[in-house]
């Protein structure tokens, strides 16, 4: 079955970077789109950044020049390098399909300081 586990999360104060990992199974990785999605307490999931079959890339605009998207086909990973990182940043990041956006995974942690 489907299975996507995200690591890599942590406290980082502000200004920091990280680096995430998705590692997907269950799914023909290669032909997929993939993206990164984030969600805050009491926020609605969002959407930050999406790779698809090809390496080309979009990123929402509060992200767009700071974080990095990136795939290994023959990993079945998907990486988003974290850069300058803001408090405003601070979420649960999961990684999913956008042309499905099911299976969640339990995301992983990022916390900022100010």
């Known amino acids: 079955q489907v299975q996507l586990v995200e690591s890599g999360g942590g406290l980082v104060q502000a200004g920091g970077s990280l680096r995430l990992s998705c590692v997907a199974s269950?799914?023909?990785?290669?032909?997929?789109?993939m993206g990164w999605y984030r969600q805050a307490p009491g926020k609605q999931r969002e959407r930050v950044a999406v790779?698809?079959?090809?390496?080309?890339?979009d990123y929402a605009d509060s992200v767009k020049g700071r974080f990095t998207i990136s795939r290994d086909n023959a990993k079945k990973t998907v990486f988003l390098q974290m850069n300058s990182l803001k408090p405003e940043d601070s979420a649960v990041y999961y990684c999913?399909?956008?042309?499905?956006?099911?299976?969640w995974g339990r995301g992983t942690q990022v916390t900022v300081s100010s």
């Open positions: 999913n399909r956008p042309a499905v956006e099911n299976h």
């Open positions: 790779i698809d079959n090809s390496g080309n890339t």
């Open positions: 269950g799914i023909i990785f290669r032909l997929e789109a």
